[in-house]
């Protein structure tokens, strides 16, 4: 009788089971975007005719993509060699363009060109530097054919000679080595007809400033040792001070970042003139020929030094608009190559 009152009481006293909650409806899967590929014609600039016809290519892909791409069908062109347009007028795009950024629609015409054989920056830069550097060294060494054949292989007597012959080749070294070591070169490349141009200038100054600063009548500066030693100093503070910004430019850049930033001052006290000008780099490497110019008083390196600065100030007034087209908050108090002047 208790054991039935206690089964009775227990099935009474029981709760009701709980309805157990309604599962959720699974997510349809996202429909997949459609990707609209595009149709890409490659035409001879010259010629007009048709070289090329690309099917399916995506819209992420870049101008790079599409030479590359070209390459394969055309492998004598590569695709530092290939210019590409959207009009036979219009500039060549670059390489990072992104087809689907393009003002084209699903099929793109470009208009190729040849610019012929190409060299890497690199190479054209070892090239500038290694030819005046030997070419200065055999007026040094007084090498046969150059001057008389009683002073073959003889020395000068004057010691500025030989100073001028260590900070000459000091600033090539110095050149080549920033060069292999120092400098992030990008892999933008350079017509191999524009090497005669550049390397003539460079290597036709180092022989006329060699000659006669090596001519065994060579006289030495007028105010004797005490200049000789002010434009020693001058040069060689330039020089380190044109290192210095090249390794303040090169720790500017990350390795793989495409994202530009304004260089400024650090802690290395030479690199402090950025408060004031864009590129210190031409302003040091004016200081250290106007330096050369005052130790050696020659003609030929004073006139190297006024066509240098020329083109340096070119270069300089360029990268300085670019800085103040591309930044916002770039500083104005800056000039380009010679501060509050230029």
Not at 96 to 124: C, K, M, N, R
Not at 126 to 136: D, R, S
Not at 242 to 259: D, E, M, P, V
Request: aromatic share 16%; with cysteine; net charge positive.
């Amino acid at each position: 009788m208790d054991i039935l009152a206690l089964e009775a009481k227990n099935v009474n006293g029981a709760e009701p089971e709980k309805k157990s909650a309604p599962r959720p409806k699974p997510k349809a899967p996202k429909k997949a975007k459609r990707i609209v590929y595009f149709e890409v014609e490659i035409v001879d600039l010259k010629t007009k005719e048709k070289l090329l016809l690309l099917d399916k290519v995506e819209p992420t892909a870049t101008i790079l993509d599409i030479k590359s791409l070209f390459h394969k069908s055309y492998p004598k062109w590569y695709p530092a060699r290939q210019s590409l347009r959207l009009d036979s007028k219009a500039k060549s795009l670059r390489d990072e363009d992104v087809l689907q950024t393009l003002p084209v629609g699903t099929t793109a015409s470009f208009y190729f060109s040849d610019l012929g054989p190409q060299l890497t920056w690199g190479t054209v830069f070892l090239t500038e530097c290694v030819g005046p550097l030997i070419i200065y060294l055999m007026f040094y060494f007084r090498l046969p054919f150059i001057y008389a054949p009683k002073y073959d292989f003889t020395s000068s007597k004057h010691w500025v000679v030989h100073l001028a012959c260590m900070c000459h080749s000091f600033h090539y070294i110095k050149r080549i080595l920033e060069t292999l070591f120092v400098h992030r070169i990008s892999h933008g490349t350079m017509p191999l007809r524009n090497i005669f141009k550049n390397c003539g200038f460079y290597w036709c100054s180092a022989a006329w400033m060699a000659y006669y600063i090596n001519h065994p009548l060579y006289t030495t500066p007028s105010y004797g040792q005490q200049q000789v030693n002010i434009g020693l100093y001058v040069f060689l503070v330039c020089q380190v001070g044109n290192f210095s910004i090249h390794i303040a430019l090169r720790n500017l850049k990350t390795t793989g970042a495409k994202a530009k930033k304004i260089p400024y001052p650090t802690k290395n006290p030479f690199t402090w003139i950025f408060w004031l000008v864009s590129c210190p780099n031409y302003t040091y490497e004016l200081g250290s020929w106007i330096g050369f110019t005052v130790m050696t008083q020659c003609v030929p390196v004073a006139f190297f030094t006024l066509v240098a600065f020329v083109q340096m100030t070119v270069w300089a007034k360029g990268k300085h608009r670019s800085y103040l087209k591309e930044f916002r908050d770039y500083p104005t108090l800056r000039s380009s190559i010679l501060p509050f002047i230029l």
